[in-house]
């Protein structure tokens, strides 16, 4: 009778743990190794997706290993190096990003977004020649050389230009494996925002402006891809009412500058890149659904496409009404929580 009882136990400790993360197909287990890919300045949700990486350190949670520029802009690298320095992350690397996508003043707000730095004196910087970072897929082959097999997640979301070079990268000082091979043997997956499924299709941002490696990555990257699209991110809106009203606790924040200087403030505005740090990060409990597995695909047009198939390795994110709902107030809560080590 009592072997039964525990042979019961542990069936129901089992169905326990698999109804936490049944929608988790790269479940991790422990502190989760990130590195971040980013076109920041070209939306302020480039920013917000970091706040939240920030926190996610602060509570144990995450080892943000690297921050990879993939905007052609000097602004852009020296603002994640404010941002880090503010956040008291100023140990984590940069990667800056030479002959990009050069987007000049993106509906001439995201300039002004992250040049702020360079006019006002309320930040300083722990970089002193951001000219002399290292270039993004070289610091990618530094960095992933250093971790264990299949430990780490790459969160991009921007352009796929740095993902794409790394692919095409050979051996070199830091590990003898071709770019592929050292993704295949270090990455666990890449949580991606990017592409387009809804009623009314678009060759979406991140992926028209760098079409080709948006391509060469769907087509060659050797892990699994989870994709969160463009329908995801408008689902789930921030309010400006946040915000407004949620950071008095903070004389000067570089988030908050930064959203008020993206756009003539007060406005909403869609969590695109929030829900692939999101996805990747809540493991369990997750309010975004996944697609069964199959194969992305980007046309010459820049247009997505996904097909199921039982034995791809490609999957999309959605997400419900309600969900949205309860996810819009998870990012609320956690991007008005006041960092555990920023630079007053």
């Known amino acids: 009778m009592m072997k039964n009882?525990?042979?019961a136990a542990f069936i129901l400790l089992g169905q326990v743990a698999l109804a936490q993360h049944p929608t988790h197909p790269f479940y991790m287990e422990g502190k989760l190794k990130v590195i971040l890919d980013t076109d920041m300045g070209n939306d302020i949700d480039d920013a917000m997706a970091l706040d939240m990486l920030y926190k996610y350190a602060d509570q144990g949670r995450v080892n943000l290993l690297a921050i990879m520029n993939n905007k052609e802009s000097d602004y852009s690298t020296r603002f994640i190096d404010l941002m880090s320095t503010?956040?008291?992350y100023k140990k984590i690397p940069i990667g800056r990003i030479e002959k990009g996508v050069f987007i000049n003043d993106y509906v001439d707000y995201s300039k002004n977004m992250v040049e702020y730095n360079d006019t006002t004196k309320r930040y300083k910087y722990s970089i002193k020649k951001h000219d002399k970072l290292l270039e993004t897929h070289e610091l990618y082959r530094k960095v992933l050389a250093r971790q264990k097999d299949h430990s780490v997640v790459v969160i991009s979301v921007g352009f796929?230009?740095?993902?794409?070079?790394?692919?095409?990268?050979?051996?070199d000082k830091y590990s003898p494996l071709s770019g592929v091979e050292l993704v295949a043997r270090k990455v666990k997956y890449l949580s991606v925002m990017a592409g387009s499924f809804g009623e009314k299709k678009?060759?979406?941002f991140n992926v028209i402006h760098d079409r080709p490696a948006a391509q060469y990555v769907m087509a060659n990257w050797p892990t699994g891809i989870v994709l969160?699209?463009?329908e995801v991110g408008t689902s789930v809106i921030y309010p400006a009412a946040s915000i407004e009203q949620d950071f008095g606790w903070a004389a000067n924040h570089p988030l908050i500058d930064a959203y008020k200087r993206y756009r003539p403030f007060p406005y909403n505005r869609p969590t695109w890149d929030l829900t692939s740090v999101y996805y990747?990060?809540?493991?369990?409990?997750?309010?975004?659904?996944?697609?069964?597995?199959g194969k992305l695909t980007v046309d010459d047009e820049g247009f997505t496409h996904f097909s199921e198939q039982p034995d791809g390795k490609h999957y999309v994110l959605s997400i419900t009404t309600d969900n949205a709902k309860l996810l819009r107030q998870y990012f609320i809560d956690l991007i008005k929580q006041k960092p555990k080590r920023y630079v007053k």
């Not at 993902?163 to 050979?170: D, H, P, T």
């Not at 990747?280 to 597995?293: G, R, Y």
């Open 5 to 7: 009882i525990v042979l």
């Open 228 to 230: 969160s699209p463009f």
């Open 86 to 88: 503010w956040y008291g």
């Open 280 to 293: 990747a990060v809540e493991q369990e409990n997750n309010l975004l659904d996944i697609s069964k597995p």
């Open 202 to 204: 678009r060759a979406e």
């Open 160 to 171: 796929s230009t740095n993902l794409a070079r790394l692919l095409q990268s050979g051996p």
